[in-house]
Nanobody, 133 residues
Framework: QVQVVESGGGLVQPGGSLRLSCTAS????????MGWFRQAPGKEVKEREG???????????QYADSVKVRFTISRDNTKNTLYLQMNSLKAEDTAMYYC???????????????????????GGKGTLVTISS
């Protein structure tokens, strides 16, 4: 069965860190461009935000301006898992975080200027990140 399962979410104080994991089954994480998007509480689906993405070669990563410098996307091919390291977390980072598996159009040039859903083939069920003191 082809799917991705996210984990690693939780409640963290502002300034803290979390590492999200996206474990793939039925395919290899280095076969597709992949990434993360999020939906904040009270926001609609159309307001989802692309957070970060990585090309299947691993040679290119992109980030939303709101998370640049603070978040880092990576993957471990041996564990078939994509990660999102989140540091210096802020209240506005509170959201459900979803892993995305995309086509070759996903994570292409000017990714952050496009809809979060552009090029996504499918995603997971998400993991909740709450930043609060």
């Amino acid at each position: 069965q082809v799917q991705v399962v996210e984990s690693g979410g939780g409640l963290v104080q502002p300034g803290g860190s979390l590492r999200l994991s996206c474990t793939a089954s039925g395919f290899r994480v280095n076969e597709y461009n992949m990434g993360w998007f999020r939906q904040a509480p009270g926001k609609e689906v159309k307001e989802r935000e692309g957070v970060s993405c990585m090309t299947r070669s691993g040679g290119s990563a992109q980030y939303a301006d709101s998370v640049k410098v603070r978040f880092t996307i990576s993957r471990d091919n041996t564990k078939n898992t994509l990660y999102l390291q989140m540091n210096s977390l802020k209240a506005e980072d509170t959201a459900m975080y979803y892993c995305a598996v995309g086509t070759s159009d996903y994570c292409s040039e000017s990714w952050s200027e496009k809809s979060y859903a552009y090029g996504i083939r499918f995603g997971g069920k998400g993991t909740l990140v709450t930043i609060s003191s």
